[in-house]
């Protein structure tokens, strides 16, 4: 019960420092990465609990991460490019549909494929976005995309608190998208 409430409390701290950074245009990095701290942290010990390995590896990355720029250390000095993320994505892209042509895509290979294809553009979205690599609205779709897929595993794992919270941060990235293209439409 008790690991139960630090999901879902974890769950809904990240959601309020997702909708912050979505809906709020000058944001304040120490109170977001402090945020994502603890949500990490918290769903990495529940995660753990019940075997949820590509939510224990975003969630860990995120902590990671989170730690360093709260840090100050410049993370924008790890040599990450554009180029190498965009090439796995579309690598993992292309694996996870060879795995649902090969396996069916109600499989749960599909579901592992789409699951650790989520916990790389989390991630290194993430680490791109907060090294200043990455958009911000490029940085919310990666999200949208990473969220979405990695909700087939988290049902048949019934990690309930991290598929609530992949629903929820999906539609905020989605909303915190069209609020920025409606504020580039503004400036025109």
């Known amino acids: 019960m ?4 630090l999901g879902w409390f974890g769950s809904a701290l990240y959601l309020v420092n997702h909708s912050y950074i979505s809906i709020v245009k000058n944001w304040n990095p120490k109170l977001y990465y402090s945020g994502n ?5 918290c769903l990495v010990v529940t995660s753990l609990f019940i075997v949820s ?8 990355f995120w902590a990671l991460i989170s730690i360093l720029l709260l840090m100050k250390f410049d993370v924008a000095k790890i040599p990450l490019s554009k180029l190498f993320f965009y090439t796995g994505f579309l ?5 996870s549909g060879f795995i649902g042509v090969e396996h069916g895509f109600n499989s749960p290979m599909f579901y592992s494929s789409l699951g650790w294809s989520s916990s790389y553009v989390f991630c290194l979205s993430y680490f791109l976005f907060c090294s200043k690599k990455l958009s911000h609205i490029n940085y919310l779709l990666f999200n949208a995309y990473a969220a979405s897929a990695l909700l087939p595993i988290l049902w048949s794992q019934q ?6 919270l992949e629903i929820c941060w999906a539609a905020i990235s989605a909303y915190g998208v069209y609020a920025r293209i409606e504020q580039v439409h503004l400036i025109d």
Do not use: D, E, S
């Open 159 to 164: 990690n309930w608190p991290v598929f609530g």
């Open 37 to 41: 701290l603890i949500a990490a942290v």
């Open 2 to 5: 008790m690991v139960a409430l």
């Open 53 to 60: 390995y590509q939510a224990v590896v975003i969630n860990g």
């Open 91 to 95: 690598l993992l892209l292309v694996w």
